[in-house]
């Protein structure tokens, strides 16, 4: 199992990014998958969650509204577009597949202005 993530970088206040999630070694379409966050010092977060047909979509209260997570099963991708980002949004993003043990190496997502 392979998940590399990607699309971070530095934003400003209100800015927007879009994550990419690129996962490879296991049949992707039939599983939910996640994304998590980590902020330095903090536990990690579970940010949002997707059906494996897609329709099915759960987010924490911190970005419910302004997050929206989707996916492409025929490119194997997750995605997290992420809006009016906020300085407490920073943090390593990380997606996951909820059966597997190990992490990706993240995407860092820095808002600040």
């Known amino acids: 199992v392979q998940l590399v993530e990607s699309g971070g970088g530095l934003v400003q206040p209100g800015g927007s990014l879009r994550l990419s999630c690129v996962a490879s070694?296991?049949?992707?379409?039939?599983?939910?998958m996640n994304w998590y966050r980590q902020a330095p010092g903090k536990e990690r977060e579970l940010v949002a969650s997707i059906g494996n047909a897609a329709g099915s979509t759960k987010y924490a209260d911190s970005v419910r509204g302004r997050f929206t997570i989707s996916r492409d099963n025929a490119k194997n991708t997750l995605y997290l577009q992420m809006n009016s980002l906020q300085p407490e949004d920073t943090a390593v993003y990380l997606c996951?597949?909820?059966?597997?043990?190990?992490w990706g190496q993240g995407t860092q997502v820095t808002v600040s202005s």
């Open positions: 070694g296991f049949t992707f379409s039939p599983y939910a």
């Open positions: 996951n597949v909820p059966w597997f043990k190990g």
